[in-house]
């Protein structure tokens, strides 16, 4: 190869473009770019990216003996994941913001106007302008790696794609396929990119570079903004499963693009409820494109995008980017202490929490997992649980089955301690019952001495108990640490891990390294009765159950909250929880808080009742009753008898008064929770809050929601409502210190 290329550098390049942009001709004509950011990990769009892009441009237009050009990575696996987020904190106007759209929308042009053919060679993550870069292409390649995704995620920011993708990719791949990839931000693996159109050929990796210059030798100009045909569009739609002939007819014409808008804006309304402005100004910019031409719709791209990154909304979620980001980095205990490696799992309890601990564990760390349960018929529960798993991947393409038995044969069962000695870490997920976890300590503690492993970590999976009663009579309560995980394990990001005051530094860090390896979000806070989640959680849903007595409806309860931004209703969670696991933990919150963690009347009386929620068939809600497709489930009819007597004379509570009582009880425990030093810092809270919690994404967790409020009206709000309704309101101490302070009351708890 080297005897074939030659290389021709830019004339009078400004500093840094020859690092970030090697053009390379070769001898039969094919210019292969490479790009790579110096120093990074992975390849983003940064300040410099347009200046240095527009001069490998101008090489390549000014040289006629060029027939065709591949972009390639220099840096495996990473193409180009889209803009460095940084450059939204140096813009000070949406008009700034504005400008820079313009920019990367005038390069990516000029690529698909150049005189010859130009393939995208994608090998790694090809995500927001990196994914709007190839879609400027006149071919697409992609390498099967683990490493290769493709998508425009640029939605989970409160953003759009603002480099010409809002009108790209929809003629490429239909208007409702491309809405879909936009409006959700999801990312697809090369052979699902190829299904709907967006890639044109799959290849293995050693072979990328070979094929992409094939092609740059073969391919015809294609133009980047002309829709495909309507068979095309229709045969891709098949290919994906998503209708065929007709969906594909209706994007053809005005009228039936109408219907398509209309109805990704009512279904959009529904998930959102209209506290997501991103996702809308996405369908306005596309239906603007198709009805006014592509160059109007560039610049309502660039438009929206600058109004969207100077918003409240896009501000949150750029601060949970940031957060998770920081969180991704941090040790927790200082970059001193090492953590031990961890060869083997254990996992005590193979029902839905357990075994979703194991397939994560096999899934995303790739360790072998020894999995316990008192009975065969469990272990055959947990193992079909984890089986249905990768199942599931086999069907959707993300693994072949070869692949997917080598992670089954990684998960091995047992009904007694064999082989749980030997393990590096073992997480018991078992019920809430302190005798039972101790006696399992004191198991894994004799089978560890008996495969002579003093260092085995045992991990407990409490939501509420304290970890240091747990380990009150353990031998090494060195090693005991918590890892609280949310389920479904395998969807929810974030592990809570809880740390006493007698977990070893070196058992600290193994458990943060751990639960990375597993994918997950890790916050560490301190032990304490229901730590930092289950705290901010259970005032929040026992509020929702006592505005039931009050006279308020399940439904309305529920759609109150729901409208507000949290993802499900508190009274459905406390169904799907267990009605029963709820009123457990309320006798252990209110032993150590008082008053403002006492369980309402309401869950008693439906315990006796057997309400207890999905498990038992009813509980909020009646899930015995048949119901058409669509309709909504049916409250438990009972419920109103039940509760007769707690309802006679009362006012039912209005949608707001729902909403504040709730919502503002969450963010007062979480404050609790720094004041007494559960949490670290505000940024452990609000992730915590909104990855384990589902606390509304778009205000950027509790404590930024205080910020944007500002700390004097939630401390007036909350002694308003400690006057009328008792103590539980009463402000956490570190909000009444803010609101005494002097100077402005806003973002206290952040800088910016």
Known sequence: MSNNTTTARPAAPTQGRDELFQLEKREDGIVVLRFGVPGARQNTIQADFADAFDHVLETIEHDTEVIGVVLISNKPGSFLAGADIGLFEQVKSAGEVEALSLRGQAGFSRLSKLHVPVVAAIEGSCLGGGLEMALACDVRIAAETPATALGLPEVMLGLLPAAGGTQRLPRLVGIATGLDLMLTGRKLRPAQAKKIGLIDQVVAPETLLMEAIRQARIAGKRSSTASASLIQRAQGRMRAGVGGLTNAA????????????????????????????????????????????????????????????MGPVSKALRHVYHATESLKKATFVGRNVKPRDVHQVGVLGAGLMGAGIA?????????????????????????????????????????????????????????????????????????????????????????????????????????????????????????????????????????????????????????????KAQGKTVIVVRDGPGFYTTRALSPYLNEAARLLAEGASVRAIDEALVDYGFPVGPLTLLDEVGVDVGVKVGPILEAAFGQRMAAPDASAKMIDAGYLGRKSGKGFYDYTAKRKKG??????????????????????????????????????????????????????????????LGFLPFTGGPFRYVDTVGVRRIVDRLQALAERHGPRFDPAPVLVTMAKASGDSHRRFYSV
């Open 250 to 309: 209706l994007e053809d014409n005005p009228a039936g693009r109408r219907v398509l808008f209309d109805q990704a804006r009512k279904t959009l309304r529904a998930k959102t409820h209209g506290h997501y402005p991103a996702p809308e100004r996405i369908i306005g910019v596309v239906a603007t494109g198709y009805a006014q031409g592509v160059k109007a719709g560039f610049a309502v791209e660039a438009k929206a995008f600058g109004e969207l990154a």
């Open 359 to 515: 397939t994560v564990t096999v899934d995303k760390a790739g360790l072998p997992v020894r999995l316990k349960d008192v009975s065969n018929e469990g272990l055959a529960r947990g193992m079909q649980h984890v089986r249905a798993f990768y199942d599931k991947r086999v069907h959707n393409k993300a693994m072949t089955r070869a692949a997917a038995d080598r992670c089954l044969y990684q998960v091995t069962a047992t009904t007694d301690y064999s082989g749980i000695g030997a393990a590096d870490i073992v997480i018991e997920a078992v019920f809430e019952d302190l005798e039972l976890k101790q006696a399992m300590l004191a198991d894994v503690e004799a089978a560890a001495d008996a495969q002579g492993n003093p260092d085995c970590i045992f991990a407990t999976n409490t939501s509420s108990l304290p970890i240091s009663d747990i380990a009150a009579h353990a031998k090494r309560p060195e090693n005991v640490i918590g890892l609280h995980y949310f389920s479904p394990v395998e969807k929810m990001p974030l592990l809570e891990i809880i740390a006493t005051d007698k977990t070893s530094k070196e058992t600290i860090a193994t458990a943060v390294a751990f639960g």
């Open 631 to 692: 309709a909504k489930r049916p409250v438990n009819p009972e419920l109103a008898t039940l509760l007769a007597d707690d309802r006679q004379g009362v006012r039912a509570p209005s949608a707001a008064e729902i909403v504040e009582r709730c919502t503002l009880l969450f963010v007062n425990e979480a404050a609790h929770c720094l004041s007494e030093q559960i949490i670290d810092d505000p940024m452990q809270g609000d992730i915590g809050a909104i990855f384990g």
